[in-house]
């Protein structure tokens, strides 16, 4: 408990810390921040609101305190293009990136989850059948000449080429399984996002038409509508998490799996999935924890370009239209928003680690 | 008891063999520089209730022997040879009789208790875990069995050490927890793994004879594995001493101390302070290293470093000889005999053994 509050205490420094270098270094820019952020396109009275609201002339501690105590007390500042506050873009903005932060999260650990604990439980055993390394590529190298001769679409050609594969390794068994599983990872880690948002897209909303391609509905609009409109993002999101998430949890277990006490499991007569799900997988998780809590700044950030790709009008179209706007006054209070929330998550993860390993809490105590 | 297999008919109608029968064991691990061969064709039989000591140092393939009965080898490892157990081929068990088989039946304490514990689980976890799968006890039965176990293992306070976790607790401490585990379906066999080496010598004493009083009630059997024949003294029925993954000999304890035969058993007693001894007596070490596995002589794996070693060592693997069961030795000139004695002086005289190493004055004989 002590330890929680000293966390928050820091967390609280933090915060000030980065929010006044920010709002300090934007002062550094030159121009007036009104004039700049309008684009000259508003009248003067607007401008001369804009100067009396920021205190624009004032030294910066006394700007900075005056926008402190603001958006503390709830009030985000307003945009002087469009008069909208950003409270009200918030409202509109967040529930969409959050809705897919939140899928796209599960998404991964779906996948990598279980994919890096049967990688790990692999990688350490001996193939079940001895199967020659030129075989595979014989029979994938025959499917393509083949499906060449026969004029099939490469779209075809790709699918049996790796339905071979899996085939193949799956009979091979073993650290073969660990091979297939990490290369799947590594092919999925090298894809960049905006590539496999496209090929979903054209996949599965222009091919097969399976997603309608009309944007965010909430959830008030019902359920089914709502994971209807969000799923391939999610989808496209978590495929591009989870190989990070996977490799992580495969080496924490793979080195956790060389440790003693799994051997006293295994003389205890513990069935596999029992040592790997209930001894292995807890003191495992530090790592993916660590990373997943980074991983939360996108709420604010947005997955820009899934975002767009998709037409879900969320904090990452929000945050660039602001940024190519110029208008630093809100831009300001969204960096304030991404450091609140990542110091938050952090200091979670951070409190997190003493229920996933009781060991942690006894340093704390010392320390 | 609701999955677990029909017990064996052993337990009605007590079999007259042994209850583990260990035949011509070879075990090879797969390495980047070869094949190291572990352990090179092991023999022995444990009675009920009976204790072994395997004596022999690093890499003499004693902890090889215990992981292989206990199934517990990385999928490098090839094995040959049979081990029985009661009327089971510990090789070839059946599927659902292998479910409950190792932690009920068999059971293993390791060496380092540090590292044995799970971290992130309590002691009571730990414990009731495997009484729960096996016996299918229920959570409130097998946490009172529980209790009752670290009572018996000699931990105070034992209701409220197992709401602790393994950090909270001393290695002698854990040390006990671990025994407590191996002993918590009450195996037949117990197998301890160095149980002590990791351990303070004060607390050593404890913990060996916590587990000797455990097993004269429980009635198992228990092999002892130890680089430390003091150890094994007084606290085992019968003694094997292992080298280069052989048994080089293996008789009762009091026969081993009173009179060895293998010229290894020999230096090796001749390493042990001995009280009777006075003070400030220069201990005999035994000279060179042991054998590198992966290229093990087709000769006596130990007559490099053989103060007897002649050239008869050189040319073959010598066969296990002397009163089988009773007192077995692979030499072809043993300690305590004539021939060795023969052999020792001829050496003695030459001021080198046929394998080139240089000895000075050596007296031949037990340690008496």
């Known amino acids: 408990m002590k330890y929680a509050l000293t966390r928050l205490a820091q967390a609280v420094v933090i915060l000030i810390v980065v929010t006044f270098l920010t709002f300090w270094m934007q002062t550094l820019l030159p121009g007036n921040p009104c004039i700049v952020a309008t684009g000259g396109l508003t009248s003067d009275e607007l401008v001369a609101k804009c100067e009396v609201d920021l205190k624009v002339g004032e030294n910066v501690f006394v700007r900075y305190a005056d926008w402190g105590t603001n958006f503390i007390s709830g009030d985000l500042g307003e945009s002087y293009v469009n008069g909208r506050t950003v409270w009200d873009d918030l409202k509109q903005r967040f529930p969409p990136t959050g809705f897919l932060f939140l899928y796209s999260q599960v998404v991964a650990l779906g996948v990598a989850v279980p994919g890096g604990i049967w990688a790990a439980y692999m990688a350490g055993r001996k193939a079940k059948r001895n199967i020659p390394t030129w075989l595979p590529f014989a029979i994938v190298g025959g499917i393509v000449a083949v499906s060449i001769a026969l004029g099939t679409s490469v779209f075809t050609l790709i699918l049996l080429a790796i339905f071979a594969t899996v085939v193949i390794q799956t009979l091979r068994g073993g650290a073969a399984q660990d091979q297939l599983v990490s290369a799947s990872a590594f092919f999925l880690l090298s894809v960049p996002v905006v590539v496999l948002a496209i090929v979903g897209q054209w996949l599965f909303a222009i091919r097969w038409n399976l997603y309608d391609l009309s944007g965010y509905t909430p959830p008030s609009e019902g359920l089914f509508d709502h994971v209807k409109s969000l799923w391939l993002p999610s989808v496209v999101i978590g495929l591009s998490l989870s190989p990070v998430y996977l490799r992580l949890l495969r080496a924490d277990m793979i080195q956790n799996l060389q440790q003693d006490f799994v051997n006293v499991a295994k003389a205890k007569g513990m069935p596999p999935s029992t040592i790997l799900l209930r001894h292995v997988l807890r003191p495992s998780t530090l790592t993916l924890l660590t990373v997943a809590g980074l991983n939360v700044a996108q709420l604010v950030n947005g997955a820009v370009i899934v975002e767009v790709l998709y037409d879900v009008d969320g904090m990452g179209s929000y945050l660039v239209s602001k940024f190519l706007g110029r208008e630093f006054i809100v831009v300001q209070t969204l960096v304030a928003l991404i450091a609140t929330i990542f110091v938050l998550a952090n200091l979670a993860v951070d409190l997190f680690y003493g229920v996933v390993d009781p060991r942690v809490r006894v340093e704390r105590s010392k320390g | ?368």
Do not use: W
């Open chain 2, 1 to 368: 008891m609701t999955d677990a297999p029909p017990l064996t008919e052993s337990d009605d109608a007590p079999s007259d063999q042994p209850l583990l029968r260990v035949e011509d064991l070879r075990v090879t691990f797969d390495s980047p520089r070869g094949m190291v061969r572990a352990i090179n064709g092991v023999d022995f039989t444990l009675e009920q209730g009976k204790t072994l000591a395997i004596v022999g140092e690093s890499g003499s393939g004693k902890s090889v022997t215990a992981r292989t009965i206990m199934n517990l080898l990385p999928s490098t490892a090839t094995i040959e040879g049979t081990i029985g157990f009661d009327d089971l081929d510990l090789r070839n068990v059946s599927k659902a009789r292998a479910k409950h088989l190792m932690g009920v039946d068999i059971a293993m304490v390791f060496q380092d208790p540090m590292t044995s514990l799970n971290p992130v689980k309590r002691i009571g976890a730990q414990l009731t875990e495997s009484m729960r799968y096996h016996l299918g006890m229920s959570r409130a039965d097998a946490t009172e069995r529980a209790i009752e176990l670290l009572g018996k293992v000699g931990i105070p306070s034992p209701a409220q050490r197992i709401r602790q976790y393994p950090h909270e607790l001393s290695g002698g401490m854990r040390q006990r927890v671990v025994i407590a585990i191996a002993l918590a379906c009450e195996p037949r066999l117990l197998i301890a793994d160095e149980p002590t080496t990791a351990l303070d010598v004060t607390v050593q004493k404890h913990i060996l004879d916590l587990l000797g009083d455990l097993q004269a009630e429980e009635g198992m059997s228990m092999i002892l594995i130890t680089h430390d024949l003091g150890v094994a003294a007084g606290r085992a029925d019968e003694i094997a001493v292992m080298y280069a993954g052989r048994i080089v000999e293996r008789t009762s304890a009091t026969q081993l101390f009173a009179e060895s035969r293998h010229p290894y058993t020999d230096a090796l007693l001749r390493s042990i302070p001995q009280v009777s001894q006075p003070s400030h007596t220069r201990l005999t070490p035994i000279p060179g290293r042991p054998p590198d596995l992966i290229n093990l002589p087709d000769a006596c794996a130990y007559a490099p470093r053989c103060r007897f070693a002649q050239a008869d060592c050189l040319e073959s693997v010598p066969p296990v000889q002397g009163v089988a069961g009773m007192h077995e030795f692979a030499c072809f000139f043993p300690a305590n005999t004539d021939r060795g004695r023969e052999a020792l002086a001829s050496n003695v005289a030459a001021g080198t053994t046929a394998a080139g190493l240089e000895i000075e004055g050596y007296v031949s004989g037990g340690v008496s």
